[in-house]
Nanobody, 123 residues
Framework: QVNMVESGGDSVQTGGSLRLSCDYS?????MAWFRQAPGKEREGVAA????????TYADSVKGRFTISHDYAGKTLYLQMRNLKPEDTGMYYC???????????????????WGQGTQVTVSS
């Protein structure tokens, strides 16, 4: 059983910053952040292949979001800068055992999920 708990969501204004955290119990080699806006499908925004450090970002967040990992602390982070209203949504961390980098694979490729943390960006 992999327990994953997100935190750090908040309400901010356009241009603001937030850092999301995801504490987990057992590390998996592929970890990612997804988000889901009301009425929309869940989409991957950032993914990381922990053994190699390879990172993949959705085009919509490149240059603004950074995914990172603290192995000792068993925490996955998502640093978000220059936030926009379209970044609003529930943010989830996800993990999967993997033999290769999953990059921004669809959500059905990930077996382990947190409960989500809400990010709201107002204009």
């Amino acid at each position: 059983q992999v327990n994953m708990v997100e935190s750090g969501g908040d309400s901010v204004q356009t241009g603001g910053s937030l850092r999301l955290s995801c504490d987990y119990s057992y590390r998996k080699d592929c970890m990612a952040w997804f988000r889901q806006a009301p009425g929309k499908e869940r989409e991957g925004v950032a993914a990381m292949h922990v053994p190699t450090g390879s990172r993949t970002y959705a085009d919509s967040v490149k240059g603004r979001f950074t995914i990172s990992h603290d192995y000792a602390g068993k925490t996955l982070y998502l640093q978000m800068r220059n936030l926009k209203p379209e970044d609003t949504g529930m943010y989830y961390c996800a993990a999967e055992y993997c033999l290769r980098d999953l990059q921004l694979a669809p959500q059905d490729k990930y077996s382990y999920w947190g409960q989500g943390t809400q990010v709201t960006v107002s204009s």
